[in-house]
């Protein structure tokens, strides 16, 4: 399962690379970008609910 992640971060990566070298040519979406972005987070071992937490407080 690790080398499945692995191989979609690397590709993830790639296609980033490749929208930022095409600038506003690139045909990638917002929405993809950031699926894209969330894919070399999750590769790299980060999770994605890792970063999200919610405070609340009750007087």
Do not use: C, P, W, Y
Not at 18 to 36: I, M, N, P, Y
Request: proline share 0%; net charge positive.
């Amino acid at each position: 399962m690790q080398f499945i992640n692995t191989n979609r971060a690397k590709t993830a990566k790639l296609k980033l690379s490749q929208h930022r070298v095409q600038g506003e040519r690139s045909r990638l979406s917002v929405f993809q970008v950031a699926q894209l972005m969330d894919t070399v987070k999750i590769g790299n071992g980060e999770s994605a609910h890792q970063n999200t937490s919610v405070f609340f407080s009750l007087n």
